[in-house]
């Protein structure tokens, strides 16, 4: 009796292991998403700057959709907010910055590139919380590390160089985006194996 009432900090993990596990398709649409904006990022040389904010605004909403709905959809399944908050939290930045986008098309190459920093650096920092929380539980946790270690890397970077030409602003976004579409890939198809039957 005791323990189906008593939630304790060592069900968290196993509780995102559950939630990885059966919302892995959600990673991997977050995945393909990044990698689909990459390369039309790359394959549109001549994109102008409100085409790259609304191309950028599409992916983030995408990806923020995606994400939110994982930590929604795995309350029935796990009880405790420990496993998923740090999702939600991310995928509520993610369609808020998608939104400014939307709304704020015109915004210029400086504001949008400290903006998409700033993203990172948050998207970024959950990211990592959730794969300390998920190191015991998940063999592929590194992938989740890594990705969010990317983004942090890939925010600062933007920050410390707000400056770069427009081909350039292009082509780091677009590779960060294709590497982290990667990662969330492989991080999709190594937490399917923790899904539980329905």
């Not at 939630?19 to 001549?46: C, E, K, Q, T």
């Not at 599409?58 to 998923?84: C, E, K």
């Not at 991310?90 to 903006?115: N, Y």
């Not at 998920?134 to 590194?142: N, T």
Request: aromatic share 14%.
């Amino acid at each position: 009796m005791a323990e189906t009432e008593t939630s304790t900090p060592s069900d968290f993990p196993a509780g995102l292991r559950a939630m990885l596990g059966d919302n892995w398709w959600l990673l991997l649409l977050r995945g393909i998403a990044a990698i689909a904006f990459g390369v039309l990022a790359i394959f549109w040389p001549a994109i102008t700057l409100i085409s790259l904010t609304l191309l950028w605004g599409a992916y983030t909403l995408v990806d923020g959709v995606f994400a939110l709905w994982a930590a929604i959809s795995g309350r029935a399944n796990s009880p405790a907010m420990g496993p998923r908050w740090w999702m939600a939290i991310s995928g509520v930045v993610s369609i808020l910055a998608g939104l400014a986008a939307f709304f704020w098309p015109g915004m210029t190459a400086f504001i949008l590139v400290i903006f998409i920093g700033i993203w990172a650096i948050i998207i970024g920092v959950l990211t990592i919380w959730g794969a300390i929380q998920a190191r015991k539980e998940i063999e592929g946790e590194w992938v989740l590390g890594l990705f969010g270690a990317l983004s942090i890397l890939f925010g600062l970077l933007l920050l410390f160089q707000p400056g770069a030409g427009a081909l350039s602003l292009v082509w780091t976004i677009a590779g960060y985006s294709i590497f982290a579409g990667v990662l969330l890939i492989m991080l999709a198809f190594r937490v399917r194996k923790f899904k539980r039957p329905a």
